[in-house]
Structures are given as C-alpha cells and as structure tokens.
C-alpha cells in the first residue's frame, strides 16, 4: 500500500476520535429531572419544618444547589444555606421555619 494511505487513515481515526471526545464532553447535563416537596398542612408557627427527601436525577455532571429562606442537606449530612453542588443520586430534604412574620415585624403586646 501507498505511504499515503496510512497517513490519511491515521488522520481520519484521529479526526474520529477527537469528534467523539468533543461529543462527549459537550452532553453535560446539569438540568435535574422534575422534583416536588410534599405540602406539609396544620403547622404551627415557628416551628422547623423537614421536607420529604427527594433525589436528584437527570443530571450526568455536578450541579449547584441552593435553598432560599430555608435549609438543606445533602446525603444525611449537616442541614446548610451555603450553596454547593450535588451530583446524580444525592438525597436532599430541606428544612425551614414557617413563620407569618419575621420577629422585627411582628405587634407588640399593648401595655
């Protein structure tokens, strides 16, 4: 065979083998599948609220995670406000105060 024919061959493989890497990297998926919190009725006030834990799925690369007026845990670890980053099969429930008012906000008892 022809010199050539090898150098076009190698260079197609190679051609190949960096489209299927390219394709490779460029499906992260960082969007979670649909998850939902189960409504919690007949809460008193001020008290702490634990959220059934959902798991986050659909996703093949880390993703950011953070909770708004509330907590969160990841994995039975530590309930937090920082934002982090959670993975496919991270089990999360959250945790909050159920409050009407904030206390700066609430009346005074007339004296």
Do not use: E
């Not at 190679?14 to 599948?33: E, F």
């Amino acid at each position: 065979m022809p010199r050539y024919y090898y150098f076009f061959a190698y260079l197609l493989w190679l051609v190949m083998a960096l489209s299927i890497h390219d394709a490779q990297a460029a499906r992260k998926d960082t969007t979670p599948a649909p998850f939902f919190f189960t409504d919690q009725t007949d809460v008193a006030l001020d008290t702490v609220v634990t959220s059934n834990t959902i798991t986050v799925s659909g996703i093949n690369a880390s993703t950011a995670i953070s909770v708004s007026g509330g907590l969160y845990s990841r994995n039975g670890g530590a309930f937090t406000s920082a934002s982090g980053s959670v993975t496919s099969i991270t089990a999360i429930p959250c945790a909050y105060s159920r409050r009407l008012l904030p206390p700066t906000a609430r009346p005074r008892t007339p004296c």
